[in-house]
């Protein structure tokens, strides 16, 4: 006995069949696709691993050689990470996006890389990295969404080190502006002091400010931080306050450290330099003034932006 189907349910009008028959066979395809097309990212992400890990190392080294290096830069992956992958959880387009405009990035940032295996600068590799990753964005995420992550390839840049070569004279103009803060502080505790450049003269000892001392590292890792600070702030007022404060705050915590451990020298001498309290008191500063930069870009938040 057959049963015929139209008289058991309400009938389907064919315009509303054919739109759930269109979603269900979108949604069959991406179930197919989508595996396919993530295998096909695992095996880019695994070939790019396998050309950066040399220079991932050499940046290792850089980031962990002291603490008046741009320590900060082992920090700034994983938030390149975390925006990624907040960005791809808060996009509601699941289908595979690619566009080829990515070879534009990664065939020169590749050429560098393979032009410093020749040269051993190790920095070219290490910029020629960073140049590849928008490439391969477009490459693996298209680009919308990598023009969503515009920041995150901007802030990727901060992680290499500024070769010393290029800002030798900003360093010597560090120096000198810490040498004078801190020869005012000194004198202000009501201790004699004299200044000839970036010495400081006192009457049991002399203190000299060299580069490790000019301020330059804290400044780096803080104007990071701003940017960083800035780009989270909905607020265009707080964002150029912040901005506009980390020079003043990085350069203040850093004479106030310069003034406070040459007074230690003067009161015992040489001898404070090799202990424990130089390098602290430089993380201590440069803590203070990132803390300072969070503080005041948080002010006046308790409501909506404008």
Same mark, same amino acid.
Not at 279 to 286: I, K
């Given at each position: 006995?057959?049963?015929?189907?139209?008289?058991?349910?309400?009938?389907?009008?064919?315009?509303?069949?054919?739109?759930?028959?269109?979603?269900?066979?979108?949604?069959?395809?991406?179930?197919?696709?989508?595996?396919?097309?993530?295998?096909?990212?695992?095996?880019?992400?695994?070939?790019?691993?396998?050309?950066?890990?040399? +220079?991932?190392?050499?940046?290792?080294?850089?980031? +962990?050689?002291?603490?008046?290096?741009?320590?900060?830069?082992?920090?700034?992956?994983?938030?390149?990470?975390?925006?990624?992958?907040?960005?791809?959880?808060?996009?509601?387009?699941?289908?595979?996006?690619?566009?080829?405009?990515?070879?534009?990035?990664?065939?020169?940032?590749?050429?560098?890389?393979?032009?410093?295996?020749?040269?051993?600068?190790?920095?070219?590799?290490?910029?020629?990295?960073?140049?590849?990753?928008?490439?391969?964005?477009?490459?693996?995420?298209?680009?919308?969404?990598?023009?969503?992550?515009?920041?995150?390839?901007?802030?990727?840049?901060?992680?290499?080190?500024?070769?010393?070569?290029?800002?030798?004279?900003?360093?010597?103009?560090?120096?000198?502006?810490?040498?004078v803060g801190a020869e005012q502080v000194i004198a202000?505790?009501?201790?004699?002091?004299?200044?000839?450049?970036?010495t400081l003269f006192m009457p049991k000892n002399t203190?000299?400010?060299?580069?490790?001392?000019?301020?330059?590292?804290?400044?780096?890792?803080?104007? +990071?931080?701003?940017?960083?600070?800035?780009?989270?702030?909905?607020?265009?007022?707080?964002?150029?306050?912040?901005?506009?404060?980390?020079?003043?705050?990085?350069?203040?915590?850093?004479?106030?450290?310069?003034?406070?451990?040459?007074?230690?020298?003067?009161?015992?001498?040489?001898?404070?330099?090799?202990?424990?309290?130089?390098?602290?008191?430089?993380?201590?500063?440069?803590?203070?003034?990132?803390?300072?930069?969070?503080?005041?870009?948080?002010?006046?938040?308790?409501?909506?932006?404008?």
């Open positions: 006995m057959e049963i015929n189907a139209e008289r058991i349910g309400p009938k389907m009008n064919h315009p509303t069949a054919a739109r759930l028959a269109n979603e269900a066979g979108f949604a069959g395809r991406q179930r197919q696709g989508f595996p396919r097309g993530w295998t096909a990212h695992t095996v880019w992400i695994l070939l790019a691993i396998l050309v950066f890990a040399p +220079t991932i190392y050499w940046l290792w080294q850089r980031w +962990t050689m002291s603490v008046w290096h741009n320590i900060h830069g082992m920090f700034i992956p994983f938030i390149v990470a975390y925006f990624i992958r907040e960005e791809l959880r808060s996009d509601q387009i699941v289908e595979a996006e690619q566009s080829a405009w990515g070879f534009l990035f990664l065939i020169p940032g590749l050429a560098m890389i393979v032009l410093d295996s020749a040269i051993r600068t190790q920095l070219l590799s290490a910029f020629g990295m960073v140049v590849c990753l928008p490439g391969l964005s477009l490459l693996l995420l298209g680009r919308r969404r990598t023009r969503a992550l515009a920041f995150v390839w901007v802030l990727a840049f901060f992680m290499l080190p500024i070769p010393a070569a290029f800002i030798e004279r900003f360093i010597l103009l560090l120096r000198r502006i810490t040498a202000l505790l009501g201790v004699p002091v004299g200044r000839v450049d970036t203190f000299s400010i060299v580069d490790a001392c000019s301020g330059f590292s804290p400044l780096y890792a803080s104007v +990071t931080l701003a940017l960083l600070l800035a780009y989270m702030n909905p607020s265009w007022p707080r964002r150029v306050v912040t901005l506009l404060a980390v020079f003043p705050i990085t350069m203040a915590c850093n004479i106030l450290r310069t003034a406070l451990l040459a007074l230690m020298v003067q009161r015992w001498g040489d001898g404070i330099m090799h202990t424990f309290l130089h390098p602290a008191s430089g993380l201590l500063m440069a803590v203070a003034g990132m803390a300072l930069l969070v503080f005041l870009s948080r002010v006046g938040m308790r409501g909506p932006a404008t």
